[in-house]
Nanobody
Framework: QLQASGGGLVQTGGSLRLSCAAS????????MGWFRQAPGKEREFVAA????????LYANSVKGRFTISRDNSKNTVYLQMNSLKPEDTADYYC?????????????????WGQGTLVTVSS
């Protein structure tokens, strides 16, 4: 089970940190991802972090502004979002897939949390 939190309303240029807590004891064996979906748009990959080695993957649209990290001792993955833009406005979802892999495809992640809404005002 995944529980995302940390969304809210922020002005352009501001920052937010999303958190996603997992109840799975073997959390460190899961690749974790963040996706987002804006109204009327398809779900979009944002970032992913592999298992215990913590290698990361980013969408080009967020590279250099967002940072994904994980704390396996707390079964939690984070998404630090800086220099936010209005086009970052969306519901953000955390996702998990067993094992170490590299993927931007939402189909490769078998477990999903509820969304947390991020709204960036201009």
């Amino acid at each position: 089970q995944l529980q995302a939190s940390g969304g809210g309303l922020v002005q352009t240029g501001g920052s937010l940190r999303l958190s996603c807590a997992a109840s799975e004891r073997t959390f460190s064996r899961y690749t974790m991802g963040w996706f987002r979906q804006a109204p009327g748009k398809e779900r979009e990959f944002v970032a992913a972090i592999t298992t215990s080695d913590g290698n990361t993957l980013y969408a080009n649209s967020v590279k250099g502004r967002f940072t994904i990290s994980r704390d396996n001792s707390k079964n939690t993955v984070y998404l630090q979002m800086n220099s936010l833009k209005p086009e970052d406005t969306a519901d953000y979802y955390c996702a998990a897939g067993f094992g170490r892999f590299w993927s931007r495809r939402f189909q490769d992640y078998g477990y999903w949390g509820q969304g947390t809404l991020v709204t960036v005002s201009s």
